[in-house]
């Protein structure tokens, strides 16, 4: 503990890197060993290897939620990592040592780990009666939490009464050792008050007791139940003997001989027979089966139904498979040429090194409904397991026959459900998959890898079963969320979002007739005029693919059966007149996010994970020291990208018409609305380069005119990635005009006909010809310096 202390007197950086803990609280002066798996925790890890350097482990309003900035708990602990381990896998088991509280006052950075400019916590040792009246009742009630709960020793009182005389240690160290939940930790963690953090303690610890004793009595009264099963034993013992007198078969020896039949029957694997064969002969002890005899039982259905050999002979009919991706879908026909290469690899018997097909890009887009199809295609049944919010090995592995909740894992439940060893599997959002109880990463992984799923283990089975004829399809929002192990054995398919012109063939076509069929209604009762579809489309909706726009079909359907079924008009029409009265208001403006040449504003491009989306910057003067603010949860690349921008046009200050006195005593303030949303990537630089030209020129920018590209130094463009969803996002904003780096021209074949047949494109190569396109009033200047 001296060593502790020590540490607790030392400094804290005014910003450190943050680990993002989900499964353990930390505390001050406490030791916890913690394995780390996310990739942000692991590249923090390598960064930062010495076992001196302080960074901060966070925590989390609710462990099950996102890793959104909402959700981060703004009392967090300064530590150090004592040791580390790699465990293979991309996991590393590292032991942590807690050293004061601290709060997250600002985020720096989130990419490629969590930064924080932070702030030490005070924690005055107040010698006040309340809080000695309070160490002395944590004292009695864990006495009490001892007395009664064989998982607590003796060892509890002693390590609480050696810290009597400091409130806040005391506090910490109970609630570091007894098992209250990652949300009661919480709790204690962020209370920084000394009295009201014994307070909560001591309402933690009286729950903690009355759900022991409640427990107890449980325990009790199942010792109880057993005597009573042994006593129905002895009788039943002597129920046997008669029968036997009396030439009658025992109900229970009738089971035993028609389950012992089916195992020996030879449709089981011989490992898998042995095992079903030592479960039966448990059976036959009548002890064990008056205890045991239903999970046993249940076991033994689960073995014997399992698909351990029967599989369906594909369909490799290619022809076919092209008419239906034809009939089925809009605007995805590069990705149809994609998965019909897969499965002509697959006919063929090829061996690609790459056995996954993975289907990547934003929700709506078909990924679903296209793994589906190659269902379909093949004749196998179809399998759909999402990965979003399993925290869990057991949701993957199944929990043992030991666990009062036994069960097998969702894959062989799966398999079981559809009767078959080879269908097509659908690992849904992959990227979603998130460290948790067990190693459930490691588990999925064991379960896609070819050269180890021929004996994928199920902790409910306890025997191997053999996944390599299965097809696993998997799907993700972005590449850089899958683990690297898997992204090697990818055939990767992208799914673009869609243009206005296929949303509305989808929803003509696809969506509305359906919804119109789950409500209970028909054309005669509903219809939606196409200028209907367009608006809904524009003004309540703004997404890459079609589940928003399905959802607000759905919402005017509800509506409509409400009246239907109250008697009403059978026919009602959808117009743009009457729109409002079923949805609301719009969502969105009509048009562009600007409407006429602003000074200092510029609407830059950004890709996302759910596709193209305008991204408007903001540049303001004030008067002030002559630095640099920056608003807007930007990342560290975003941040130098800002600092060339300016660089750049500080450096072209005259011949763009900007007083040289133009930043002096004045501070620039760059802000990146929509703050809430992290923003990371280098592509803003001529957007920012922009608005600052135009805030210290005084010339607007024009207000029909989008771009992306990032600016080097001495102004050169760079070529940027996504550019297909953020022409779809200019497009889909009602803006014309886009510039764009001249190293994307050839990315501009991606783009829908239909699409770039409305928008000019303006390729520039340095960022004066973005100044002179953009800028209403167009400044003198020569080329860029080389």
């Known amino acids: 503990m001296a060593e502790a202390i020590e540490w607790l007197e030392c400094d804290v950086p005014s910003v450190v890197p943050v ?61 150090k990592v004592l040791s580390r381990i790699d465990m293979g896998q991309g996991i590393t088991q590292v032991v942590l040592q807690g050293l004061r509280r601290i709060k997250l006052a600002k985020i720096i950075a989130s990419r490629p780990y969590l930064k924080a400019g932070v702030q030490c916590i005070s924690e005055p040792s107040e010698d ?36 009597l005389e400091n409130g806040s240690q005391c506090a910490d160290i109970v609630a570091d050792m007894v098992q209250f939940s990652y949300v009661e930790k919480r709790k204690v963690l962020e209370t920084v008050d000394v009295a009201a953090r014994l307070g909560l303690l001591s309402e933690m610890l009286q729950r903690e007791i009355a759900r022991t004793r409640v427990t107890e009595e449980v325990k009790t009264k199942t010792e109880l139940s057993i005597d009573r099963i042994q006593r129905e034993t002895f009788l039943r013992e002597q129920l046997k003997i008669i029968r036997s007198e009396l030439d009658e078969l025992d109900p229970g020896e009738s089971e035993i001989a028609a389950l012992t039949a089916k195992v020996e029957s030879g449709a089981l694997p011989a490992v898998v027979a042995e095992e079903a064969q030592r479960e039966v002969q448990r059976l ?21 139904s399992m698909p351990w050999s029967k599989t369906t002979k594909d369909r490799y009919d290619l022809r076919r498979a092209r008419r239906i991706l034809d009939n089925r879908y809009f605007g995805l026909e590069n990705a149809g040429d994609r998965l019909l290469e897969f499965l002509a690899v697959r006919k063929l018997g090829g061996d690609s090194g790459k056995p996954l097909l993975c289907i990547m890009g934003p929700p709506g887009t078909g990924r679903t409904s296209l793994a589906s199809t190659v269902a379909q295609i093949l004749g196998r049944p179809f399998i759909q397991i999402s990965m979003s919010g399993i925290h869990s090995e057991a949701e993957i592995r199944g929990r043992p026959r030991t666990n009062a909740a036994a069960r097998p894992g969702r894959i062989l439940d799966g398999l079981r459900k559809v009767g078959v060893r080879n269908p097509v599997i659908l690992i849904d959002e992959i990227d979603r998959l998130e460290p948790g109880e067990g190693d459930p990463v490691l588990a999925i992984l064991e379960a896609l890898d070819p050269e180890r799923n021929q004996r994928f283990y199920d902790h409910y089975l306890g025997v191997p079963f053999d996944l390599s004829d299965v097809m696993f399809i998997i799907t993700a929002n972005a590449e850089e969320e899958i683990p690297a192990t898997l992204l090697d054995l990818m055939h990767i398919i992208e799914l673009s979002g869609y243009t206005e012109g296929i949303k509305m063939a989808i929803a003509r076509e696809r969506v509305w007739p359906q919804v119109v069929k789950d409500h209970g209604l028909s054309n005669r009762d509903v219809r939606v005029t196409n200028a ?10 703004r997404e890459a693919g079609v589940r928003a726009l ?48 602003q000074i200092g504003t510029a609407t830059g491009l950004a890709w996302t994970e759910t ?36 660089s750049y046009v500080r450096s072209r200050a005259e011949e763009l018409g900007i007083p040289a006195d133009s930043l002096t005593n004045k501070d620039l303030h760059i802000h990146f609305p929509e703050g809430a949303i992290p923003k990371d990537g280098p592509s803003a630089g001529i957007t920012v380069a922009t608005a600052i030209a135009s805030l ?21 463009i760079l070529p940027v990635g996504g550019l297909r969803e953020k022409v779809l996002a200019a497009y889909r904003a009602g803006i014309t005009h886009v510039i764009l780096p001249i190293g994307n ?17 303006h390729l520039v190569e340095e960022a004066v010809e973005v100044f002179r396109i953009a800028l209403v009033k167009k400044p003198k200047a020569s080329g860029a310096r080389r």
């Open 19 to 79: 680990l993002l803990l989900k499964s353990t609280v930390l505390f001050p002066l406490q030791v916890v060993s913690v394995q780390i798996a996310m990739k942000p925790n692991v590249q923090l890890l390598e960064d930062h290897p010495n076992a001196d350097e302080i960074v901060g482990a966070g925590v989390f309003m609710d462990p099950d939620g996102s890793y959104a900035r909402s959700n981060l708990c703004s009392t967090a602990v300064a530590c």
């Open 128 to 163: 006040i009666p309340r809080v000695r009246e309070l160490i002395v009742q944590v004292l009695q009630l864990v006495k009490g939490l001892v007395e009664i709960n064989e998982r607590y020793t003796d060892e509890l009182v002693k390590v609480v009464q050696l810290n």
């Open 284 to 304: 036959r002890n009548s002890e064990i089966r008056a205890r045991e005899g239903s999970s046993i039982r249940a076991y033994i259905d689960w073995v014997l």
């Open 532 to 541: 209907a579809l367009r608006k809904i489309i524009r003004r309540y909706t």
């Open 550 to 597: 399905k959802i607000q079909l759905e919402k005017i359907c509800r509506r409509v059966a409400v009246k239907r079924a109250m008697g009403g008009v059978r026919l009602r029409s959808i117009n743009t007149k009457n729109l409002e009265t079923y949805l609301g208001k719009p969502i969105f403006p009509e048009g562009r996010v600007v409407r006429k040449p």
């Open 611 to 646: 596709g193209g989306n305008l991204l408007p910057i903001e540049a303001l003067l004030m008067p002030g020291e002559g630095s640099t603010l920056l608003t807007g949860l930007l990342g560290e690349v975003m941040r130098e990208s800002v600092t060339a921008a300016l």
């Open 696 to 716: 210290l020129s005084g010339c607007p920018v024009r207000h029909d005119i989008a771009m992306t590209g990032e600016i080097s130094l001495r102004g050169w």
């Open 745 to 761: 021209e050839s990315d501009l074949s991606e783009v829908p006909r239909d699409v770039a047949g409305k928008m000019r494109f």
